[in-house]
């Protein structure tokens, strides 16, 4: 069984300047392990809403308010823009851009 829910394609976001591809109708926090799968697993993410581990600064397509969220509660969307991560997900995610 897979760990994302099903979808038919990727949709595009920003992560900190970054653009990249991922499984539309998932979590954000999902969508993180699709890019980092050998790396975000092992982090301290309660998956529940409890331990704030997740947060993210965003803003929708089209949208200039920036909101923050629990990437755990999250669903991702086209265009979205991440302009800030927590501590642990920059530890697990800033891996990919510095290569
Ligand atoms: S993973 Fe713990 S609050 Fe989101």
Request: proline residues 6%; hydrophobic residues 40%; positive net charge.
């Given at each position: 069984?897979?760990?994302?829910?099903?979808?038919?394609?990727?949709?595009?976001?920003?992560?900190?300047?970054?653009?990249?591809?991922?499984?539309?109708?998932?979590?954000v926090?999902?969508?993180?392990?699709?890019?980092?799968?050998?790396?975000?697993?092992?982090?301290?993410?309660?998956?529940?809403?409890?331990?704030?581990?997740?947060?993210?600064?965003?803003?929708?397509?089209?949208?200039?308010?920036?909101?923050?969220?629990?990437?755990?509660?999250?669903?991702?969307?086209?265009?979205?823009?991440?302009?800030q991560?927590?501590?642990?997900?920059?530890?697990?995610?800033?891996?990919?851009?510095?290569?």
């Amino acid at each position: 069984m897979s760990i994302y829910r099903p979808f038919q394609k990727l949709v595009s976001i920003t992560i900190l300047g970054h653009a990249v591809d991922v499984p539309e109708n998932n979590l954000v926090l999902r969508c993180f392990q699709f890019l980092a799968p050998d790396s975000l697993p092992y982090g301290s993410f309660c998956w529940n809403e409890q331990c704030q581990l997740c947060r993210i600064r965003y803003r929708s397509l089209g949208e200039g308010t920036e909101r923050q969220a629990l990437s755990c509660k999250l669903l991702v969307a086209e265009g979205m823009v991440i302009t800030q991560l927590a501590p642990e997900l920059r530890l697990h995610l800033m891996p990919l851009w510095e290569r």
